[in-house]
């Protein structure tokens, strides 16, 4: 049985520390079926430099002004061609060499995979886990109290991959999973660490319009009454974390 072909698609703009180390965690896998596709929004810092060193590994490369993440997501995505794909961008990692074939060298080929996520500083020190711990499975419906799986963390099939919704600005990637675990017919927990996530990026820096986009969101799929509610138990476990740990983490 041919092993799955998956798309890994990195956005990038203006990242010239980090860009690198993603780079190097996506060519230094063991699997070998992999498609890899760089989308870059017109650096002028240096990256473009850097992607070309590694130009003989990159499947697709794009550059050029868009309108937004999502906006460029949607470009890796309109020429993804593998199985499944991954967004892994710039500063994030896969967990380990062996990542890859952790998740894909199985027989029982799932719609979506997912995994455990690692926070790392930009020093590249691992700071620990999320503090939204992944559920042991999940469906559309497990994500009423936020985002409980890192985006960089799950592997879904391009066959139920839409568009992502540009109206978003800095949370359409959970309205995306959302769209995709609703249709999927099998959803597998790995049960291994599958991502380093960089912390810091832009939905963190704009954290009030992150949470507005995300309250949107999921009202719009759980309903008014059931989401305000739910909210309140976020908000409630969030104090418990502060007075527990003295800080936050994603």
Same mark, same amino acid.
């Given at each position: 049985m041919t092993p799955p072909k998956i798309s890994i698609i990195t956005i990038v703009f203006n990242n010239v520390r980090d860009i690198e180390y993603t780079i190097q965690s996506v060519i230094q896998q063991t699997y070998t079926n992999v498609e890899y596709i760089v989308i870059d929004g017109l650096s002028t810092d240096g990256t473009l430099d850097i992607i070309e060193r590694y130009r003989p590994h990159i499947d697709v490369l794009i550059s050029e002004r868009d309108k937004g993440i999502y906006d460029a997501m +949607?470009?890796?995505? /309109?020429?993804? /061609?593998?199985d =499944? !794909?991954?967004?892994? +961008?710039?500063?994030?990692e896969l967990f380990e060499a062996g990542t890859l074939a952790k998740i894909f060298d199985r027989e029982d080929l799932a719609d979506i995979y997912y995994g455990e996520t690692k926070l790392i500083?930009?020093?590249r020190r691992v700071l620990g886990d999320r503090r939204h711990r992944v559920p042991a499975s999940f469906s559309w419906k497990s994500f009423r109290f936020g985002m409980n799986v890192c985006h960089q963390a799950i592997y879904v099939k391009r066959s139920l991959a839409e568009p992502y919704d540009t109206q978003y600005r800095l949370s359409a990637d959970i309205d995306w999973v959302i769209r995709a675990a609703k249709k999927a017919q099998k959803i597998v927990n790995v049960e291994c660490y599958v991502a380093k996530y960089l912390v810091g990026g832009m939905s963190q820096q704009r954290h009030k319009q992150s949470l507005q986009e995300r309250y949107r969101i999921?009202?719009? =799929? =759980?309903? /008014? !009454?059931? +989401?305000f509610i739910n909210h309140g138990i976020i908000a409630f476990r969030l104090l418990l974390h502060r007075l527990k740990h003295g800080k936050t983490r994603d």
């Open positions: +949607n470009k890796g995505l /309109t020429h993804a /061609t593998g =499944y !794909v991954l967004f892994l +961008n710039s500063g994030d500083d930009e020093q999921l009202k719009k =799929y =759980y309903g /008014t !009454v059931p +989401n």
